[in-house]
Each structure stands twice: as structure tokens, then as C-alpha cells.
């Protein structure tokens, strides 16, 4: 039985939970929270802001319900759906990140978390990928290093740099820059995480090493413009780093590519007769309000017929289940988010779900695969776009 506590609550408040105290309890929160579409949960965010009020939260010694109530903690993943429904606007991430900083601090996390961590202090990016192998992924002739001359400093994602499936991603976005006549350069190996996830996730400390190594190397090496795979680094640096941004040019890759194609510098001739269907992730949509120019880069391939998951997209797209730190935690069947959303993308009569994000990328390939039913091919929007330009 949890009982309120002062400490607790002033505690959450302090590391930045005060937008809990605007809540009204009116549950608008709950009806585009994705969690309430999954049959298997019952995730009650409405409640999340009383029980930080009272503090009556992490308050108990029963060790069961300590294990349920973590889980619970570690459910949100920080789509922000909930904020864009509330009338007083109560950022619920940034009431669970404080709830989550008290967790970490306490060691009171879930066990795949506590991995993740720990690569993080012992290599700087969340999959425990060795520094001088951060660009194995471009083979030879490689990728050119970033000098202060060239137009855009490319960050590339961790997932996309370690993980097999992703690396595919970046292999396509160096074909297409090249194509266009780029002027562009990667940071390096020397390059860490942007700390976007694991800060949400409640590892505040983690972040701040992670933010002081990026902002040295982003300062050392002036660049100028960034561009970023990853929606949740370019949504990272645009909130989590503000005095690093300040007069600095950010921009997602789809958003470069959008421009290259308007411009007349990339032009798709190869036909895709395929039905593809966008799913926004949530850092881009929501987050970022980049709805148009994945689409219009998936429109200009020969074709394509770009299609819509009805009711869930662009604004009111649900999550992948990846955000938050949910790419590292293990979920059960029957409670997972890609599950949900590859039904969703499947039921279009779609043959290729198009992602514009690693950790999306991730989550979809492996609900494809572990899904008996479902025959859905998964593409990065940079991986359409380099299949459709001439050798
Ligand atoms: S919608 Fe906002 S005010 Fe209403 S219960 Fe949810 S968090 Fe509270
Ligand atoms: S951020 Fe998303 S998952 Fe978290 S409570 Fe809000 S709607 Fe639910």
C-alpha cells in the first residue's frame, strides 16, 4: 500500500516534476496515450500527477510492489501524445524523467537498463559499440572526415552506426549525399551519443558526460550545420543543448533531401511499383513538426503509392514503443507498441512500412519478424531514395 511522503514529492519536484502540479485530473491525457490500445495494459497516466502530489509514489518496502510500480515507471515513452491532449499542458515525460532520475540514483531499474548504462560508461553510446569501429559501417572508401570548409556536419545515430540492420541507413544517406554533391563531412569516431533516450530515461548524470564530450567536439571542430539521421538526436540537440544550437543550422536528413529533390539536385528515375505506407515517428512528427518532407520524398519516386495509416498519423501517430528508453527494455508479447503499429501499417494492404528513424527501424524489424501474419517489408525513407537513383 502506497501512503504519501513529503520528501518523496519535494524530491520529484526538485529534479523536474513541478509539471505535475498543473494537472486537473481531467483524463484527456489517456485517450491518445498508445498504452490504452494494448488489450494486456492497464497504464492510468491520469493518475501519475496526484500521485506525485501526494508523493505517494516509491514509497513502499514490498518488494513486489516496488518490481510493479518500476515497471510501471519505465512504461512511458515519451511520445508526448498525452502533452498535445492536455489542456493544462503537463509535460508527463518530464514528470517520469524526474521519477526515473530518483529510480537510477537508487539502482531500482530494470535489468536490460542497467546494461545500457553501463556501455554508456564504458564506451559512450548505448549498444557498447567500440569507439574505432563507429564507421565500419562505411566500408571502403569510407566517409569523408568533416573540416570546417564543408557545408554540414553529419551525426550520425549510434543505432545506425552499430546496429547491423541500421547501418544500412547510413550506407543509403552517404549514396544520396553523394549523388547530390553534398559538401559534407561525419564527426568521427569521436563522437558519443546525443543522450536524447538514456536523459529520459532518467540517467541525468550519464547525459551530462555524454552533452559535455558531444558539445567540445561539435565547438573544436565548428561546424556549423547540423545533419542528423536520427530524429531523436536532432530533437535532442534542439532541447537538450541550447546554447550549443544557438545560431546553428539543424536539420533532420529528410528535410535535406526534401530540398535536394526541389532544388533539381536528386532526381529518382527508378520505379518502385510498390504501395508504401509512412509512419511518423515521434520525435520528427510530433516533436519536431516534420510531417511533409518525408512524404514528398517518398512522392517522388516513380511509382510509389504513398498511403496513410486512417486515424493514426502525422500528429496522431502512435508510438513504436522505441522512445523514452523503450528500444533497451524488454517487453512481453502482447505488450508491445511495434507490435500494434506494424497491425496498423499491415492493415493498409501496405507492402512497405517506411521509417524516417533508427530506433523505429529497430522496433518494426523485430515485430516483423517474430509476426506470423504479418508480410511487411521495412525501408528507411534514405533507403527508398537511394534505391530509386541510377547507378
Ligand atoms: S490531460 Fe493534463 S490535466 Fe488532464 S489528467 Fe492528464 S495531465 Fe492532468
Ligand atoms: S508520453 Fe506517450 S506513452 Fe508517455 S504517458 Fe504520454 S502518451 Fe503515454
Known amino acids: ?50 500521485a506525485v502530489k501526494l508523493g505517494a509514489i516509491l514509497n513502499t518496502e514490498d518488494k513486489e510492489e516496488v518490481a510493479a510500480e518500476v515497471a510501471e515507471m519505465y512504461r512511458c515513452v515519451g511520445c508526448e501524445a498525452c502533452l498535445a491532449q492536455c489542456p493544462r499542458g503537463v509535460d508527463i515525460p518530464a514528470v517520469l524523467r524526474a521519477v526515473r532520475r530518483i529510480l537510477v540514483e537508487n539502482q531500482s531499474i530494470p535489468g536490460p537498463l542497467k546494461t545500457t548504462i553501463s556501455h554508456f560508461h564504458s564506451t559512450g553510446n548505448p549498444l557498447g559499440g567500440a569507439e574505432e569501429k563507429r564507421l565500419d559501417w562505411a566500408g571502403e572508401p569510407g566517409v569523408p572526415a568533416f573540416e570546417p570548409a564543408m557545408e554540414f556536419a553529419w551525426f550520425t545515430c549510434c543505432t545506425s552506426d552499430y546496429d547491423p540492420r541500421c547501418q544500412s541507413i547510413n550506407r543509403a544517406t552517404l549514396k544520396v549525399l553523394d549523388r547530390a554533391g553534398v559538401s559534407f563531412g561525419v564527426l568521427g569516431t569521436g563522437q558519443s551519443c546525443c543522450g536524447e533516450a538514456i536523459r529520459k530515461a532518467g540517467a541525468e548524470q550519464v547525459f551530462n558526460q555524454l552533452a559535455e564530450a558531444n558539445t567540445k567536439l561539435i565547438n573544436s571542430k565548428g561546424a ?18 541550447p546554447e550549443l544550437v544557438q545560431g546553428r543550422e539543424l536539420i533532420h536528413e529528410t528535410q535535406l533531401f526534401a530540398r535536394l529533390i526541389d532544388q533539381g539536385r536528386l532526381k529518382p528515375t527508378k520505379a518502385l511499383n510498390k504501395k508504401v505506407v509512412y509512419h511518423d515517428p515521434c520525435t520528427l512528427g510530433r516533436q519536431s513538426g516534420v510531417y511533409d518532407e518525408p512524404r514528398a520524398v ?58 524516417a528513424c533508427p530506433y523505429c527501424m529497430a522496433m518494426f524489424e523485430d515485430s516483423v519478424k517474430t509476426s506470423y501474419e504479418i508480410e511487411l517489408e521495412v525501408k528507411d525513407v534514405a533507403e527508398l531514395l537511394a534505391d530509386s537513383l541510377e547507378d
Not at 547540423?226 to 540537440?237: A, V
Open 1 to 50: 500500500m502506497l501512503t504519501p511522503d513529503s520528501e518523496i514529492r519535494d524530491l520529484i519536484l526538485e529534479y523536474g516534476g513541478e509539471e505535475a502540479l498543473k494537472c486537473y485530473q481531467c483524463g484527456m491525457c489517456m485517450s491518445l496515450c498508445p498504452w490504452y490500445q494494448i488489450e494486456d495494459v492497464n497504464f492510468l497516466v491520469y493518475r501519475l500527477p496526484q
Open 224 to 241: 556549423r550545420s547540423l545533419l542528423f539521421t536520427s530524429p531523436h538526436c536532432f530533437n535532442g540537440y534542439r532541447r537538450d543543448y
Open 298 to 355: 517518398l512522392q517522388s519516386i516513380p511509382g510509389l503509392e504513398l498511403v496513410e495509416i486512417e486515424n493514426f498519423n502525422r500528429d496522431q501517430s502512435v508510438c513504436c514503443g522505441g522512445g523514452g528508453g523503450g528500444l533497451w527494455l524488454d517487453w512481453p508479447k502482447g505488450e508491445r507498441l511495434s507490435d500494434l503499429r506494424v497491425r496498423q501499417a499491415a492493415e493498409t494492404g501496405a507492402d512497405i512500412l517506411a521509417v
